[in-house]
């Protein structure tokens, strides 16, 4: 199995991507092109390809390629291809996300840190209305606002925006595929800080150099040489509310853990772990998880907190006494409620019951635990117990 198979197959379950080809998802048919989606995947050319069409010619920019009719007044491109096939295909490439811009430190120390990770070149390709192809870098469609000096960009980065916990590809939300300001949920962001704020924003459309609007464009993207062993790399790790750790899909533990994180450090120096926990997972789970990770080598963390989904739950009896008298206070005035009570009731009620089926099941699966360990501590006395009984050899 490929080392990316797990990475798309989880995009695939959760209906972000399907590959059309006849290949395994993850593996890398050299030679031959992949289509994922509208995304065209030249493994041997290192190279991913989709069609845009031109929505914007000149204002200040966001974004360069954006979703298909979506933020198209700060876009000079508009997509039908879905940012997570793009993601998809540049996985087969090989590439591991990077990290998006980001704050380093506290108060007065803290310093930004641009985009960081694997390198792209990115070419725009189109016909004009005689029938002659253009083919340009992308930064040629870019320019600085007022008397400023711009270098456009000759390399891009693989962010990679993420998959939320709902299973939704963050990228697709507000369609944000290439961002030239920064945005952490696009897939492809600049080299260098790029501010997205109206009186700070940089970068501008040439009208000059940009062709009609409506024009189809072909975007084509390049890795780099190298790119797929940047020092900079950002890997997730989830942790859920049993304490089992995954990585793309796959679970991990203990020395496991540390085997992967030596070698995730081995091919990017630089690399970071994002310990997404389950709202009721237990710090000491996250700390494990660290801790491995560091023997592994790894330096560089970042923590998120999955949000509970429901209510919270009473823990203690008093807890549960003050939530009675809240319900009975609703039910009583249940007209000065926008949302009825007695839906609401019924939907906790439910909440309760699947609680208390995992708890039970818990209950079952430690008492289970407990009798087998009895067992073997019985025989473990029994094996060093000295011969002749209790009071030794005869």
């Known amino acids: 199995m490929g080392r990316n198979t797990v990475l798309l197959a989880a995009l695939s379950a959760a209906g972000l991507w399907a590959p059309r080809a006849t290949q395994a998802a993850g593996s890398r048919p050299v030679g031959k092109r992949v289509a994922i989606g509208m ?13 845009t069409e031109v929505c914007l010619r000149e204002g200040a920019l966001e974004f360069l390629v ?11 491109l508009h997509t039908k291809a879905k940012a997570s096939h793009l993601h998809a295909g540049l996985l087969l490439l090989g590439l591991t996300p990077g990290k998006p811009a980001r704050w380093s430190g506290q108060e007065e120390g803290a310093r930004f840190l641009p985009p960081a990770g694997a390198g792209l070149k990115m070419e725009l390709a189109w016909k004009d209305k005689n029938g002659k192809a253009h083919r340009v870098d992308a930064g040629a469609w870019l320019k600085a606002g007022g008397e400023k000096q711009f270098t ?120 970071q772990v994002v310990l997404r926990a389950a709202a009721r997972a237990l710090m000491h789970d996250v700390e494990t998880a660290r801790t491995d990770l560091r023997l592994g080598g790894v330096r560089e963390f970042h923590v998120q907190r999955v949000p509970a989904r429901g209510e919270v739950l009473p823990r203690t009896p008093q807890q549960a006494q003050r939530a009675l008298t809240q319900w009975r206070h609703k039910f009583a005035h249940a007209e000065e409620y926008i949302h009825e009570p007695g839906r609401q009731a019924r939907r906790l009620l439910d909440q309760i019951e699947l609680e208390l089926r995992r708890r039970q099941a818990q209950t079952n699966m430690l008492k289970e635990y407990a009798a087998h360990l009895r067992q073997e501590l019985g025989r473990y006395k029994v094996s060093t117990q000295p011969a002749g009984g209790p009071g030794g050899r005869e």
Not at 66 to 76: L, R, Y
Request: charge should be negative; aromatic fraction near 8%; include cysteine.
């Open 152 to 271: 456009p960009p000759k390399e891009w980065i693989f962010v990679g925006s993420e998959v939320l916990p709902d299973g939704r590809y963050w990228a697709e939300l507000d369609g944000e595929v290439v961002s030239v300001t920064n945005f952490a949920s696009a897939v492809i962001d600049v080299p260098f800080r790029s501010s997205n704020v109206d009186a700070m924003r940089d970068l501008f459309a040439d009208p000059a150099a940009i062709p009609p609007v409506g024009t189809k464009v072909e975007v084509i993207l390049t890795a780099l040489p190298g790119a797929e062993k940047a020092l900079d790399a950002r890997k997730m790790l989830e942790i859920d509310r049993f304490g089992q750790m995954r990585i793309d899909g796959k679970e991990l533990h203990g020395e496991k853990l540390q085997e992967w994180a030596a070698k995730y450090i081995e091919r990017h120096e630089r690399g």
């Open 66 to 76: 954006v979703g298909w009719q979506t933020k198209t007044h700060e876009s000079i």
């Open 39 to 51: 995304v065209q995947v030249d493994v041997a050319k290192r190279r991913c390809s989709f069609e």
